[in-house]
T-cell receptor, first 112, second 113 residues
Framework: EAQVTQNPRYLITVTGKKLTVTCSQN?????MSWYRQDPGLGLRQIYYSMNVEVTDKGDVPEGYKVSRKEKRNFPLILESPSPNQTSLYFC???????????FGAGTRLSVL | AQSVTQLGSHVSVSEGALVLLRCNYS??????LFWYVQYPNQGLQLLLKYTSAATLVKGINGFEAEFKKSETSFHLTKPSAHMSDAAEYFCAVSKQGAQKLVFGQGTRLTINP
């Protein structure tokens, strides 16, 4: 089944403790992206990647890192999480030739 | 810069009534426009998209949207609401050929029995 898989689905952590949210897609898509969803703000793009080893900042990149060493994986790294990073995070992927993004089920992160 | 405004963060309709969710966009170039739906505890699913072909776009689950360039609008409609339509709906815009999506704030649709 074609899908975007995020792990974990739920995570509670404390300020300053490094964490990684994984994202994997099995559709051979070139484009991958991370968004955060906050009430009243819709989805805002954090980082995106056009292909392996090609990443760039979105609209709200502060406090986040990403890497794209393999085509299928696009992990989101929070080196030192803070409470303002408490949010619902979505990973998405898309083939370059079609502007249709496929979303994962989301990761709900709480930073205490 | 592109932007999207969804009018009404909450919309409530009765089962069987017309659903109308409003979306206005701003774009300096011809846009691609999208509606996504998010059911509780799930990711976003594409309902429909406009890519400069027909101005009336039909999507899944009986939804459709009409692109009106003069009004810079892309409102989503469904003639008869069903309880299963209760969800949050997001309008989004991108430039033609570009992957970056800019989302509106979302509209939560509630269906009353």
């Amino acid at each position: 089944e074609a899908q975007v898989t995020q792990n974990p689905r739920y995570l509670i952590t404390v300020t300053g403790k490094k964490l990684t949210v994984t994202c994997s897609q099995n559709m051979n898509h070139e484009y991958m992206s991370w968004y955060r969803q906050d009430p009243g703000l819709g989805l805002r793009q954090i980082y995106y990647s056009m292909n392996v080893e090609v990443t760039d900042k979105g609209d709200v990149p502060e406090g986040y890192k990403v890497s794209r060493k393999e085509k299928r994986n696009f992990p989101l790294i929070l080196e030192s999480p803070s409470p303002n990073q408490t949010s619902l995070y979505f990973c998405a992927s898309s083939p370059i030739e079609k502007n249709i993004q496929y979303f994962g089920a989301g990761t709900r992160l709480s930073v205490l | 810069a592109q932007s999207v405004t969804q009018l009404g963060s909450h919309v409530s309709v009765s089962e069987g009534a017309l659903v109308l969710l409003r979306c206005n966009y701003s774009s300096s170039v011809p846009p691609y426009l999208f509606w996504y739906v998010q059911y509780p505890n799930q990711g976003l699913q594409l309902l429909l998209k406009y890519t400069s072909a027909a101005t009336l776009v039909k999507g899944i689950n009986g939804f459709e949207a009409e692109f009106k360039k003069s009004e810079t609008s892309f409102h989503l409609t469904k003639p008869s609401a069903h309880m299963s339509d209760a969800a949050e709906y997001f309008c989004a815009v991108s430039k033609q050929g570009a992957q970056k999506l800019v989302f509106g704030q979302g509209t939560r649709l509630t269906i009353n029995p």
